[in-house]
C-alpha cells in the first residue's frame, strides 16, 4: 500500500542528533517524476564532515560501541532490520518520490533486500575470528602464532542515487557487524532514505557516532570525506570517473578503498535459448530501473540465426511498457533521475543513429513533464558509442554474433567488468562461457539484484575489492597477526 509521503529531518546526522550545516548551506531536492520541490536538504562542508569523522571516530575509540559484544552488534543490526520491514511502505514511498522509479520495484525488491542485508550481517556479528598457526618453535623456542580480526575504525561510505537504500545497507551491514563506526555521504539526488534510515538507526538504539550521515555534494563532501586524515577506508560505488579520482587520492593517502563502480554488461543469447523465457528477462535487465542500474545487460549479444526473433520480441515488450507516474499501480517505467540524465541518453540515442545504429524501437522523450523516455532498442556493433559507454538509461544494443567464439571475444571486449548473462540450455556451454567471461558475477538464465550472502565485484574498469558475502565483510576488516615466543 501506498503512504503519504513521510520526509525524515533533513539536517545531517551526526552524533545521534539532526544538525543543520555550520555555515547554514542548504540545497533543493525535486521529485524527478514531476519537477515538484520535495526537500530542502543542508549542504554539508568539509567542517560538517569534521564533525561527523570526529564523532565515528569518538564513538570507535571510547563509547559504548568499542566495548560492545559482536552479539549485541547483531542485536542491533536485527533490529534495524525489523524497523526498515516495519516501515517498507515508507521507505519505498520515499525513494519513489527522490529516484523516480516505480513505488512497486522499491517495495517489492529493494526495500526488502535493506532488511535482507541487515539480517544476513547481523548473523556474522560474533562469528568474526581469527586463525591459529602450528609453527616449528622460533630461535629454539615453543611459538604460537595467531590472528586477530579487527575492525578498521572508521569507514567512509559514498553512495549513488539509482538504488540508494539497498546500496547504503550493503555498505552499513557489514561494516558495523565488525564493529567499524561510519560516515555516509549519500548522492546529492537522492539522500532522502538515507536520512530515514538514520532516524531508524536512531530508534534501534545504535550508540551516538556509531552511524553519521552528511548531505550534500561530491566536490564538496565528498571530496572532504575522502580526504580526511582519520578515515581509515573509503567504500565507494559510483561513477567510473569518480572511483577513479577516489583511487588517486586515496593512493595518495595510502588509505584503503573498495571500489564499486560502472558497468556495459553483456546478455549473451546463444542460438539454442528459450526466448520465450529469455526475452522478459532480457527486457527487464535493460529497463528496470529506466535502465539507471549499474548491472544493466545493456549489451545484447545474440546468435545471428535469432536477431530478428529477439528484435522483434524487445520492440514488443518495450511498445507494451506503461512509462509514467511511479504510483500508478500499473507503470513499468519510471522517470530518470534529472534534466542532465536525460540530456545525457538522448545524447546517446543521436550518437547511436549518427553512427549508423539501426533503431529497432523507442529513442524518444515522453512528455514535457518530468523525465520520462522511451524504452529503446537498438541493432548494431560492438564498437559504437552507445555499445562501449555507459549510458544509464533505458537503452539496449542488440550485437549479432556467429558462434559462441565471438560471442565470448564481443563479451569480454569492453573496458568494464562487472556481469554478465548467458542465456543457453547447454551445460558444458555455461561451464566454458563463465570461466571465461572476465565479470565479477555471471547470470546463467536469469538476472537479478545480488544476494548479501554473494561477493559483489567488478573487474576492470568496473571496480578493485569486494562487497557483499564473506569476501565483503572481511574488507571492513584487518587481520593482524601475532607471535607469541614462550621464554618459560
Ligand atoms: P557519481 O560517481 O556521480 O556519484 C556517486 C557518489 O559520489 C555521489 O554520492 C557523489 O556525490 C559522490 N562524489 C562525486 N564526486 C565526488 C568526489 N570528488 N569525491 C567524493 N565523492 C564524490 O555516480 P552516480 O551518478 O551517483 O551513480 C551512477 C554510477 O554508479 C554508474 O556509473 C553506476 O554504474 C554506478 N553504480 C555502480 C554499482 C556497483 O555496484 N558497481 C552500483 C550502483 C551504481
Given at each position: 500500500?501506498?503512504?503519504?509521503?513521510q520526509?525524515?529531518?533533513?539536517?545531517?546526522?551526526?552524533?545521534?542528533?539532526?544538525?543543520?550545516?555550520?555555515?547554514?548551506?542548504?540545497?533543493?531536492?525535486?521529485?524527478?517524476?514531476?519537477?515538484a520541490?520535495l526537500?530542502?536538504?543542508?549542504?554539508?562542508?568539509?567542517?560538517?564532515?569534521?564533525?561527523?569523522?570526529?564523532?565515528?571516530?569518538?564513538?570507535?575509540?571510547?563509547?559504548?560501541?568499542?566495548?560492545?559484544?559482536g552479539?549485541d552488534?547483531?542485536?542491533?543490526?536485527?533490529r534495524l532490520?525489523?524497523?526498515?520491514?516495519?516501515d517498507?511502505?515508507i521507505?519505498?514511498t520515499?525513494e519513489?518520490?527522490?529516484?523516480?522509479?516505480p513505488?512497486v520495484?522499491?517495495?517489492m525488491?529493494?526495500i526488502?533486500?535493506?532488511?535482507?542485508?541487515?539480517?544476513?550481517?547481523?548473523?556474522?556479528a560474533d562469528?568474526?575470528?581469527g586463525?591459529?598457526?602450528?609453527?616449528?618453535?622460533f630461535a629454539g623456542?615453543?611459538?604460537?602464532?595467531y590472528?586477530?580480526?579487527?575492525?578498521?575504525g572508521?569507514?567512509?561510505?559514498i553512495?549513488?542515487?539509482?538504488?540508494?537504500t539497498?546500496?547504503?545497507?550493503?555498505?552499513?551491514?557489514?561494516?558495523?557487524?565488525v564493529?567499524?563506526?561510519?560516515?555516509?555521504?549519500p548522492?546529492?539526488?537522492?539522500?532522502l532514505?538515507?536520512?530515514?534510515?538514520?532516524?531508524?538507526?536512531?530508534?534501534?538504539?545504535?550508540?551516538?557516532?556509531?552511524?553519521?550521515?552528511?548531505?550534500?555534494?561530491?566536490q564538496?563532501?565528498?571530496?572532504?570525506?575522502?580526504r580526511?586524515?582519520?578515515?581509515?577506508?573509503?567504500?565507494?560505488?559510483?561513477s567510473t570517473?569518480?572511483?577513479?579520482?577516489?583511487?588517486?587520492?586515496?593512493?595518495?593517502?595510502?588509505?584503503?578503498?573498495?571500489l564499486?563502480?560502472?558497468?556495459?554488461?553483456?546478455?549473451?543469447?546463444r542460438?539454442?535459448?528459450?526466448?520465450n523465457?529469455?526475452?522478459?528477462?532480457?527486457a527487464?535487465?535493460?529497463?528496470?530501473?529506466?535502465?539507471?542500474?549499474?548491472?544493466?545487460?545493456?549489451?545484447?549479444?545474440?546468435?545471428?540465426?535469432?536477431?530478428?526473433?529477439?528484435?522483434?520480441?524487445?520492440?514488443?515488450?518495450a511498445?507494451?511498457?506503461?512509462?509514467?507516474?511511479?504510483?500508478?499501480?500499473?507503470?513499468?517505467?519510471?522517470?530518470l533521475?534529472?534534466?542532465?540524465?536525460?540530456?545525457?541518453?538522448?545524447g546517446?540515442v543521436?550518437?547511436g543513429?549518427?553512427e549508423?545504429?539501426h533503431?529497432?524501437t523507442?529513442?524518444?522523450r515522453?512528455?514535457?513533464?518530468?523525465?520520462?523516455?522511451e524504452?529503446?532498442?537498438?541493432?548494431?556493433?560492438?564498437?559504437l558509442?552507445?555499445?562501449?559507454e555507459?549510458?544509464?538509461g533505458?537503452?539496449?544494443?542488440?550485437i549479432p554474433?556467429d558462434?559462441?567464439?565471438?560471442?565470448?571475444?564481443l563479451?569480454?571486449?569492453t573496458?568494464?567488468?562487472?556481469?554478465?548473462?548467458?542465456?543457453?540450455?547447454?551445460a558444458?556451454?555455461?561451464t566454458?562461457?563463465?570461466?571465461?567471461?572476465?565479470?565479477?558475477?555471471?547470470?546463467?538464465?536469469?538476472?537479478?539484484?545480488p544476494?548479501?550472502a554473494?561477493?559483489?565485484?567488478?573487474?576492470?574498469?568496473?571496480?578493485?575489492?569486494?562487497e557483499?558475502?564473506?569476501?565483503g565483510l572481511?574488507?571492513?576488516?584487518?587481520?593482524?597477526?601475532?607471535n607469541?615466543?614462550?621464554r618459560?
Amino acid at each position: 500500500m501506498i503512504t503519504e509521503l513521510q520526509l525524515p529531518p533533513t539536517q545531517h546526522y551526526i552524533e545521534g542528533a539532526w544538525r543543520a550545516s555550520a555555515d547554514g548551506g542548504v540545497f533543493d531536492v525535486e521529485n524527478p517524476a514531476t519537477g515538484a520541490p520535495l526537500a530542502t536538504l543542508s549542504a554539508g562542508t568539509a567542517t560538517d564532515v569534521d564533525a561527523a569523522v570526529r564523532a565515528a571516530r569518538d564513538a570507535f575509540e571510547r563509547g559504548p560501541w568499542s566495548q560492545m559484544s559482536g552479539a549485541d552488534r547483531g542485536r542491533l543490526l536485527w533490529r534495524l532490520a525489523d524497523l526498515v520491514e516495519r516501515d517498507r511502505e515508507i521507505l519505498a514511498t520515499l525513494e519513489a518520490s527522490d529516484v523516480g522509479r516505480p513505488y512497486v520495484e522499491s517495495f517489492m525488491f529493494e526495500i526488502p533486500l535493506v532488511a535482507d542485508t541487515f539480517r544476513h550481517f547481523a548473523g556474522w556479528a560474533d562469528k568474526v575470528t581469527g586463525t591459529t598457526f602450528g609453527l616449528p618453535p622460533f630461535a629454539g623456542q615453543e611459538r604460537f602464532s595467531y590472528t586477530l580480526r579487527q575492525p578498521l575504525g572508521v569507514v567512509g561510505a559514498i553512495t549513488p542515487w539509482n538504488a540508494p537504500t539497498m546500496i547504503l545497507a550493503w555498505k552499513l551491514a557489514p561494516a558495523l557487524a565488525v564493529g567499524n563506526t561510519v560516515v555516509v555521504k549519500p548522492a546529492e539526488l537522492a539522500s532522502l532514505t538515507t536520512l530515514y534510515i538514520a532516524a531508524l538507526v536512531a530508534e534501534a538504539g545504535f550508540p551516538p557516532g556509531v552511524v553519521n550521515v552528511v548531505t550534500g555534494s561530491g566536490q564538496v563532501a565528498g571530496e572532504a570525506l575522502v580526504r580526511h586524515a582519520e578515515v581509515d577506508k573509503i567504500s565507494f560505488t559510483g561513477s567510473t570517473a569518480v572511483g577513479r579520482h577516489i583511487a588517486a587520492v586515496a593512493g595518495e593517502q595510502l588509505k584503503k578503498v573498495t571500489l564499486e563502480l560502472g558497468g556495459k554488461s553483456p546478455q549473451i543469447i546463444r542460438g539454442d535459448a528459450d526466448l520465450n523465457a529469455a526475452l522478459p528477462v532480457i527486457a527487464t535487465a535493460v529497463f528496470a530501473n529506466q535502465g539507471q542500474t549499474c548491472a544493466s545487460g545493456s549489451r545484447i549479444l545474440v546468435h545471428r540465426s535469432r536477431v530478428g526473433a529477439v528484435a522483434q520480441g524487445l520492440a514488443d515488450i518495450a511498445q507494451s511498457a506503461v512509462v509514467g507516474d511511479p504510483f500508478d499501480e500499473g507503470t513499468t517505467m519510471g522517470s530518470l533521475i534529472s534534466s542532465a540524465q536525460l540530456d545525457r541518453v538522448l545524447g546517446y540515442v543521436e550518437r547511436g543513429l549518427a553512427e549508423g545504429a539501426h533503431l529497432v524501437t523507442g529513442g524518444r522523450r515522453i512528455g514535457t513533464t518530468g523525465y520520462f523516455v522511451e524504452p529503446t532498442v537498438f541493432v548494431g556493433d560492438n564498437d559504437l558509442t552507445i555499445a562501449r559507454e555507459e549510458i544509464f538509461g533505458p537503452v539496449g544494443t542488440i550485437i549479432p554474433f556467429d558462434d559462441d567464439e565471438e560471442a565470448l571475444r564481443l563479451a569480454n571486449d569492453t573496458e568494464y567488468g562487472l556481469t554478465a548473462v548467458l542465456w543457453t540450455g547447454d551445460a558444458s556451454a555455461v561451464t566454458r562461457f563463465t570461466r571465461q567471461l572476465k565479470t565479477g558475477s555471471v547470470w546463467v538464465n536469469a538476472w537479478g539484484p545480488p544476494h548479501p550472502a554473494l561477493p559483489w565485484s567488478g573487474q576492470r574498469a568496473s571496480g578493485i575489492g569486494e562487497e557483499l558475502g564473506m569476501a565483503g565483510l572481511l574488507a571492513n576488516t584487518i587481520e593482524k597477526t601475532v607471535n607469541l615466543v614462550s621464554r618459560g
